[in-house]
């Protein structure tokens, strides 16, 4: 096809344009535009509990069981303590344990992909080998036996073992990258002025792979919350923290649901699922901005008029011997 | 074959990681865990089965950890998973055997329906690029895709099993009513019972394949050879099934069973929320429990369930794909 | 009635968010029975853009806007997939750029014959294996190859046998979209010649895409020359070759070698093809143009016929530019 309208290959941006890039591009795309509101809604309300939910968590001294009022909006739990405190003071440990968990595991994935790739031979095979059979392994599945054994403490046991154990998909990813860009031009000419292979890394690389960073910290951060809320739900989180993953284990515990309280769990589940699709969106939203081809397409009707004609020329057929 | 050699290869490989991770995480934990769970036991074992459990977890203090490593891995080849502590004096193996029929079935099932009905909806969807179909497919699924499999368990149990009550909300059959075997009751007492697990994990896991599949066929749409069988006039289903889904189902084989490993996830979470009683809810009361020779058999368990599963698809890309059985 | 093709006033947009660019503007030409027509341009001058509107497989974004495509009579621009399946391939066949993509990568080839056969008709099964061999031993390929897949055969095999499946109905029409460039010059020759064989002994037009020129003066019976989505020169092989006009043609022929000629010093056209989004205002190659002049900066030029060729210059039309 004609190549005056092929999408641009990655090339070298300034960090300032890159910025103005991703604003417009969020608030062009609806689902990005929708993950974003999402997520500002909790981080506000994970760095400012206090002001919507008067209630502490902990304090326990309601009469159980109560329904929807205005004193509790989503009623009262078997412990007598405040639903609406519950869920809101909830947000602050499940969005720390997905950024956390999302950036440390992007930096190892980071680190690891493309070390691989870059350094090639004995050091990608081995890494390779290293991701793929963690990539196979289930890993919900260890990571239950692994806090099987430590009997889980403290979050920090989940932020850990989710950390170590799921890096490898966006490892593999941002390799396949690293790996198409380890021959571009301007790689070329850092390598030719002699600079380091670290400054090349750091400096050239991985500024350019950053649309695909920021999609693996996406991914890495929604693989966080489901994991850590999966593991806060059968018991394995620390169950005295207020998180939205261990209110729906006391919820269980409580059996909520068969004693009337269906609220203990729906509202700290329903957080979970939109915070959930909140990173979704935006790494969908990331994967259409990133590759035309995936965005909605515009259907045109072949048989509208085309607008005011270009303009031309008088017709002229200039006859002219030679 | 070379290809299905070295997937072989990657299988025995990844199972041997699986293996020494099992046999080293205890001894990784703080508290030596499983010397805790030994003396706790010590009074109520015979020597026999004792010393199966010191193999299991390298507590024979007698031999240096890589002489214990070789009698665990020589041990579990000969099939030895041990004594199961909260089902005494049953052994692991006999334990797990009596739960996996149910998850196999349940997650089974679901699994290729959910595997054919999404790679269809997939196809369907980016064949119809713009209609109606492909502007609510990718929203609704997006938003599916990232459900926490609990979540939608619970809600099902919730309006069809506690408050319709047109489900039963818990159990695979009535255990006190049935008798187990080919008996009607029974049959349908278990189909009846499996309908809300199976829906749950079925709306979860749907979403990631469809949109997979989906986007995978948008970019094989917009190859050379299919715009060629435009060209050549051939009919239209013969392009969206023979030219385009053929080769866009390809790369997405291998990756269908690599989500095998969020299957389970998700399995373990939906036997747990409707007390279904397979290896995952049976994995979640072993650690309860703290019956450690259990979780490790189960986790074995899964892990090769995984194995098998990307061994197969890796023999079927390699039989649909004939790309790959050159040897150059 | 020689004529076959006769293609009028055809425009093809691409239809974008942030605004449609014309790939192809306002193209006409007229293509006769076993006439070769050569199509030269540089990259992104529309010049494949025009060959898909044409055979009617464009995709969205891309979308013919206005304009006929008049095959056989009747008028092929608004018909639908099911419509056109009557003459697809039977009367126009299309060969691609790269074999390699072109050719489905898990059918053999035979199963990909066999498809466009039962697509067409209900042949028999002895039907198909003898059209097929038919097909191959005509362009010099053993028909034991039915059974290969198209990762086995080399580049000029794949080449070749994406030119037989096109031969399968020995239609009226072939289009070929630059398919030699993925070879080497010697099986680049190869293939042209047994396509004018093919052609001399079946008697079929051609429309020829390439960017190379060499290619058009040897074998083509006419040639066009486009750029920026527009046909700048047009007319038959001889007359041009022998009397470059438009000083894009000029420019062009400046830039080959000849192998027998004097030496000249070899130019390139400075500057770059306009971005399409915003093409420059009256006549577009007038930023490259040795010879432009205000007014050429203010008129859009029309093809002005001069000798039978037409040509999209305003000094050549009023003679101002020396020939």
């Known amino acids: ?322 | 074959m070379r290809y299905v050699l070295r997937r072989l290869g990657f299988f025995v490989l990844t199972m041997w990681a699986a293996l020494t991770l099992n046999f080293l995480l205890p001894h990784l934990m703080p508290g030596n865990p499983a010397q805790t769970m030994l003396s706790k036991f010590r009074g109520e074992l015979n020597p026999g089965e004792l010393h199966s459990l010191e193999v299991l977890f390298g507590l024979n203090t007698n031999q240096d950890i890589f002489q214990q490593y070789i009698s665990y891995v020589h041990q579990l080849l000969t099939g030895n998973l041990g004594i199961s502590l909260s089902e005494y004096p049953k052994t692991v193996s006999s334990v797990i055997g009596s739960a996996i029929w149910w998850t196999l079935g349940l997650v089974g099932v679901t699994t290729v329906l959910a595997f054919l009905l999404g790679t269809f909806i997939g196809i369907v969807s980016a064949w119809r690029r713009g209609s109606w179909l492909d502007s609510i497919v990718p929203p609704v699924f997006v938003v599916t895709s990232a459900l926490p499999y609990f979540l939608v368990g619970i809600v099902l149990l919730l309006v069809f099993g506690i408050t319709l009550k047109w489900f039963p909300s818990e159990g695979a059959y009535y255990v006190t009513t049935d008798t187990p075997g080919f008996n009607l009751t029974f049959v349908q007492d278990v189909i009846n019972h499996a309908i809300l697990p199976a829906m749950a994990l079925l709306i979860t896991l749907i979403g990631t394949w469809i949109l997979t599949m989906r986007n995978t066929m948008i970019t094989t749409l917009a190859e050379d050879y299919v715009r060629m069988a435009r060209a050549k006039g051939l009919p239209g289903w013969r392009i969206m099934l023979d030219y385009a889904a053929r080769n866009a189902i390809l790369p997405n084989l291998t990756g269908f069973a690599m989500s095998l490993g969020f299957v389970v996830s998700g399995a373990i979470l939906i036997e747990d929320v409707f007390n279904y009683p397979g290896v995952g809810f049976m994995l979640l009361s072993a650690v309860d429990n703290e019956d450690y020779p259990l979780m490790q058999g189960l986790f074995l368990l899964i892990t090769v369930a995984v194995l098998v599963a990307i061994l197969i698809a890796d023999v079927l890309t390699a039989l649909l794909d004939p790309r790959t059985r050159e040897t150059q | 009635m020689p004529e076959i093709l006769a293609v009028t006033d055809l425009s093809v947009d691409y239809v974008l968010e942030r605004g449609d660019v014309r790939a192809v503007d306002d193209v006409s030409f007229t293509l006769d029975r076993g006439e070769f027509l050569g199509i030269v341009g540089e990259s992104g001058c529309g010049k494949s853009t025009l060959l898909f509107a044409v055979a009617q497989l464009l995709t969205p974004p891309a979308q013919i806007t206005t304009g006929r495509v008049t095959f056989q009579g009747a008028n092929l621009v608004g018909l639908t997939d099911k419509q056109l399946a009557a003459i697809r391939w039977k009367d126009m066949s299309v060969v691609m750029q790269s074999a390699m993509n072109a050719l489905n990568p898990v059918k053999s080839i035979g199963a990909q014959f066999k498809d466009v056969l039962e697509a067409h008709g209900k042949p028999s099964k002895q039907e198909v294996r003898e059209r097929s061999a038919q097909v191959l031993r005509m362009v010099g390929i053993d028909p034991v190859h039915l059974k290969s897949y198209p990762h086995q055969l080399s580049g000029g095999m794949r080449q070749r046998s994406m030119i037989a499946m096109a031969m399968l109905f020995t239609p009226d029409l072939i289009i070929m979209d630059e398919p030699t460039s993925a070879l080497d010059v010697v099986a680049q020759r190869a293939l042209m010649l047994q396509i004018k064989e093919l052609q001399r002994e079946y008697g079929f037009a051609v429309i020829f895409v390439t960017h190379d020129m060499s290619l058009v003066s040897h074998f083509s019976d006419r040639m066009m020359v486009m750029y920026a989505g527009q046909i700048d020169e047009l007319g038959s092989t001889k007359a041009i070759f022998a009397h470059p006009r438009h000083p894009y043609t000029k420019g062009l022929f400046e830039a080959f070698p000849s192998i027998r000629g004097p030496k000249t010093q070899l130019r390139g056209i400075p500057g770059n093809p306009p971005d399409l989004n915003s093409p420059p205002h009256g006549c577009r190659f007038n930023p490259r143009c040795p010879h432009a002049v205000d007014l050429c900066f203010e008129t859009v030029p029309d093809l002005y016929q001069l000798n039978g060729t037409l040509v999209r210059c305003l000094r050549v039309a009023d003679g101002s530019i020396d020939q």
């Open chain 1, 1 to 322: 096809m004609t190549s005056a309208l092929v999408a641009p290959t990655p090339t070298r941006i300034p960090a300032g344009h890159a910025f103005a890039r991703i604003f417009r591009a969020v608030t062009s795309n609806r689902k990005a535009t929708v993950g974003t509101v999402l997520l500002l809604m909790f981080i506000l309300i994970a760095l400012f509990p206090g002001v919507i939910a008067h209630d502490s968590p902990s304090l326990d001294n309601y009469k159980p069981g109560l329904g929807f009022s205005t004193a509790h909006l989503l009623g009262t739990n078997s412990f007598g303590q405040d639903l609406w405190a519950q869920v809101i003071y909830g947000t602050r440990s499940m969005l720390e344990i997905a950024f956390i968990v999302g950036a440390a595991t992007t930096a190892i994935a980071v680190l690891i992909g493309v070390a691989a790739a870059y350094l090639g031979g004995l050091w990608d095979g081995s890494l390779n080998v290293l991701t793929d059979v963690l990539l196979v392994i289930p890993i919900f599945p260890l990571l239950i036996v692994i806090a099987g054994y430590a009997r889980g403490d403290s979050t920090w046991v989940l932020i850990t073992s989710i950390t170590v154990t799921s890096w490898s998909y966006t490892a593999r990813q941002l390799r396949s990258q690293a790996l198409t860009l380890r021959n571009r031009d301007f790689l070329e000419a850092a390598r030719v002025r002699g600079e380091r292979r670290l400054y090349v890394i750091v400096v050239e690389i991985i500024p350019t792979m950053t649309s695909l960073i920021v999609a693996s910290f996406l991914t890495n951060a929604l693989y966080a919350i489901i994991f850590s809320s999966g593991l806060q739900f059968i018991g394995l989180g620390d169950p005295n923290t207020v998180s939205w993953g261990t209110t729906l284990y006391w919820a269980q515990s409580e059996a909520a649901l068969q004693t009337g309280m269906p609220w203990w769990a729906l509202a700290p589940g329903i957080c979970i699922a939109l915070l959930g699709t909140a990173f979704a969106l935006l790494n969908y939203a990331f994967d259409e901005i990133g590759n035309p081809a995936l965005r909605p397409v515009r259907k045109r009707d072949p048989a509208r008029k085309r607008g005011p004609a270009r303009e031309r020329g008088p017709v002229r057929k200039a006859e002219r011997n030679a």
